[in-house]
């Protein structure tokens, strides 16, 4: 779509989006009154802005709601609070129903030649303490805190670096900012809308105030000083942290700010008064007045759940609690609804390719060996005894939501075959056997394969019992270790890591628009390719370039990717990437569409039935927008 183009749809809808806001009703929300009439803040036609985003719940298959009540979940960690920032999804630029791109903040934006992004604001739309929400704000943000070397000693993000370099950035007015790249930068809208995002925009009115370019670095210092942090980078970085908001007087475009500072077992969220969406009734969003975030150890929040303490419960209960939480729908009063996991495989087996071991690394980079590794496995079996036959028996791919999905991807190196995988065994040269049947590598090595886990799960561990007895089958010997996830990740990277279980695609729902480098070398917390994916994260300054002629086109793929114009273009480069990953088996899927429980208090509306449940590119629930759940009673879960 050419900039022309972009710019009259941009003009439309912001004249429709005014015309329907002129014409709205607009209601005071219940719970802000007593603040309207002591003239702590303002009333909601002065609170919102001039044009903003007009939710038609009707036109989504929704309930209107009513203001009111508390929404309460559980959370096993004080960081848990970011989850707030997941679930509130409110972002400059965000993914709808069909994860399509579309402006949510942003009264709209314009792209030409998929390197020059022009933003535009909502007038008068305001942080949640009320002050202006303008492009000093982006300006503040991308001048003083992203160039700044003390506040990013690692520079810009790499969704602001095009070949190494970061955009040039424009204040147009006091409602649109431009940032212009010399090439395309196809990282850049979907960075904004990612459930962890790139941030252009900081509540600088409050945080110049502890900015040593603003108050000097002496008094930032002894400011730092005063409040127990060691230097004014730490304070900076610490109160301003919008992606874990921790700090109660941090202003917040989010639905929900929280009112209470770690440390603390229970965090308490209330309504942002200046939040920019309605509903078409003219109810000022989110309709829940508060959320209750209470911390509990995690081993006992299925319990805590199935006892009726949360009204939204997705994290932290898995499809092994089913039974259990099932049985308490009668006595609670909630109802269990199973979404669909949004990974590619929930349990998949990854070969190191960077493995120290000579004889080993030679023999996994062979596709041959993952391929026949990948057909010894008996996913059928797997299905049933670990997921009841509820999932899918398919290689590490994209979902059927996807329109990136083919079955050909699916099923590559899927079925169950170990005549077949024999055979390929036998031309990667472990042809010979010794006197226990284990086969040896080509350099006599017994094959005894070790596969590390970070031990978080139990499914994880009955999976690979049974991958252990299919892959004795072959003439392969199959050892487990456990280890805690941060040893798990050392080793990984140091290379002494032979194969590691986790899940698959994070992103198993892809579209053309969101970039595709999981398929590639793109970063050191790959576990199949941990220096090559330093290599790549890196642009070649650490790490070792990768020697495989797979990997090598999956990055050059990315490369070309990442210089798109246009999705008909990024179609072809994901289908590229999509046959070549799952033909060569760098990660060997078992099964997907696991269940996910979702329990769900019986008067809370609007939480769709049945759904998807993924980080990327759903942010969890925040896709679906919580800001529209509402209670049929007022008082909400209690």
């Known amino acids: 779509m050419?900039?022309?183009r972009l710019a009259v749809l941009g003009f439309l809808v912001l004249a429709g989006m005014h015309a329907s806001a002129f014409a709205l009703t607009l209601q005071e929300t219940p719970y802000l009154e007593a603040m309207v009439k002591a003239g702590e803040i303002d009333p909601v036609a002065k609170r919102l802005p001039a044009q903003p985003r007009i939710i038609d719940l009707e036109k989504l298959g929704r309930e209107p709601g009513r203001h009111g009540g508390k929404l309460r979940m559980l959370m096993g960690r004080k960081k848990d609070v970011r989850m707030m920032v997941y679930y509130g999804y409110s972002r400059l630029v965000g993914y709808d129903l069909n994860y399509k791109l579309q402006p949510d903040i942003l009264a709209s934006y314009d792209v030409e030649d998929g390197r020059i992004f022009t933003l535009h604001l909502r007038p008068g739309h305001r942080w949640s303490d009320g002050a202006p929400l303008t492009t000093e704000d982006f300006r503040f943000a991308y001048e003083d805190v992203m160039l700044n070397k003390k506040l990013r000693r690692g520079g810009l993000p790499n969704s602001m670096l095009v070949n190494g370099k970061g955009p040039k950035f424009t204040v147009i007015d006091d409602v649109t900012v431009r940032y212009e790249w010399d090439d395309p930068n196809p990282n850049f809208l979907p960075a904004l809308a990612a459930p962890l995002p790139l941030y252009l925009t900081y509540p600088s009115h409050y945080m110049k105030q502890f900015h040593a370019s603003y108050i000097g670095k002496d008094e930032a210092d002894a400011l730092a000083k005063k409040r127990k942090y060691k230097h004014w980078r730490a304070m900076f970085i610490r109160l301003g942290r919008q992606n874990r908001p921790e700090n109660p007087k941090l202003p917040t475009l989010e639905p929900w700010y929280n009112t209470i500072a770690p440390p603390?077992?229970?965090?308490?969220?209330?309504?942002?008064?200046?939040?920019?969406r309605v509903d078409a009734q003219g109810r000022q969003l989110p309709y829940i007045d508060t959320v209750e975030m209470n911390i509990s150890s995690t081993n006992l929040i299925p319990a805590k759940t199935g006892a009726g303490e949360s009204d939204l419960q997705g994290r932290y209960v898995s499809f092994e609690d089913y039974t259990f939480l099932k049985q308490g729908e009668k006595r609670q009063d909630y109802n269990v609804l199973l979404w669909k996991s949004a990974v590619g495989s929930k349990v998949a087996i990854r070969p190191n390719l960077n493995f120290k071991d000579d004889g080993w690394r030679a023999v996994m980079q062979d596709a041959r060996f993952r391929q026949a590794l990948s057909l010894g496995v008996?996913?059928?079996?797997?299905?049933?005894?670990?997921?009841?036959?509820?999932?899918?028996?398919?290689?590490d791919s994209p979902l059927e939501r996807s329109s990136l999905y083919r079955p050909e991807y699916a099923r590559a190196w899927a079925d169950h075959d170990p005549v077949l995988a024999n055979r390929l065994l036998d031309q990667v040269g472990m042809n010979r056997r010794d006197e226990d049947g284990v086969r040896l590598l080509p350099d006599g090595q017994r094959a005894e394969l070790i596969i590390e886990t970070a031990g978080e799960s139990t499914v994880e561990t009955d999976v690979l019992q049974l991958i252990t007895d299919h892959w004795q089958e072959l003439g392969l010997k199959v050892f487990t270790r456990a280890t805690q996830r941060d040893i798990f990740r050392s080793r990984l990277k140091a290379g002494t890591t032979m194969m590691s279980v986790w899940s698959g695609l994070d992103n198993a729902i892809p579209q053309p628009s969101m970039p595709p480098q999981e398929l590639a070398p793109s970063n050191d917390a790959q576990t199949q390719w941990p220096q090559w994916g330093l290599y790549g994260m890196t642009g070649g300054k650490s790490g070792t370039e990768p020697d495989l002629p797979s990997a090598k086109r999956l990055l050059s793929l990315l490369r070309e990717w990442q210089l798109s114009r246009d999705d008909e273009t990024r179609e072809r480069i994901w289908n590229d990437m999509l046959k070549i990953y799952t033909d060569e088996v760098f990660s060997i899927g078992t099964v997907n569409s696991t269940l996910q429980p979702i329990v769900?208090?019986?008067?809370?509306?609007?939480?769709?039935?049945?759904?998807?449940?993924?980080?990327?590119?759903?942010?969890?629930?925040?896709?679906?927008?919580v800001d529209t759940f509402w209670f049929e009673n007022a008082s909400g879960g209690n």
Not at 378 to 395: D, P, Q, S, W, Y
Request: overall charge positive; proline content about 5%; some cysteine.
């Open 600 to 625: 769900v208090n019986k008067k809370l509306r609007n939480v769709p039935r049945e759904e998807v449940y993924s980080f990327q590119p759903g942010s969890y629930f925040g896709v679906f927008m």
């Open 378 to 395: 008996n996913r059928h079996e797997i299905n049933m005894v670990t997921f009841f036959g509820l999932g899918k028996e398919v290689a």
């Open 264 to 276: 603390s077992e229970q965090f308490v969220f209330k309504r942002n008064p200046y939040f920019h």
């Open 2 to 4: 050419n900039c022309l």
